[in-house]
Nanobody, 120 residues
Framework: QVQLVESGGGLVQAGESLRLSCVAS????????VGWYRQNTGEQRELVAQ???????KYADSVKGRFAISRGNGNDITSLQMNNLKPEDTAVYYC??????????????WGQGTQVTVSS
């Protein structure tokens, strides 16, 4: 059983930085697209940043130039460096990964989320 666990969230002031990490537990054969999404209560979950299987990187317009997504190695799947944080970045952040299970195929996984709160 593969699980994704995010870490690195917290309470910061506007202008400060945080680095989110997403680590997978369990055994798997590979990953494809990795991404970070965020959601506030009562709102739809939105894409923040994503690395597609071909290496194409996508960012939400609201975070371009401030956030940077990267791939890790092994069970360290992906990180999201968030600089110059703004109050509107406040949300629960989730990692999302396409994972290959040997002999079973590709599956899409979500982490449990980590809260990011930015005070003005």
């Amino acid at each position: 059983q593969v699980q994704l666990v995010e870490s690195g969230g917290g309470l910061v002031q506007a202008g400060e930085s945080l680095r989110l990490s997403c680590v997978a537990s369990g055994r798997f054969a590979g990953t494809n697209a990795v991404g970070w999404y965020r959601q506030n209560t009562g709102e739809q979950r939105e894409l923040v940043a994503q690395i597609l299987g071909g290496g194409i990187v996508k960012y939400a317009d609201s975070v371009k130039g401030r956030f940077a997504i990267s791939r890790g190695n092994g069970n360290d799947i992906t990180s999201l460096q968030m600089n110059n944080l703004k109050p509107e970045d406040t949300a629960v952040y989730y990692c999302n990964v396409d994972i290959l299970l040997a002999g079973e195929g590709w599956f899409n996984y979500w982490g449990q989320g980590t809260q990011v709160t930015v005070s003005s």
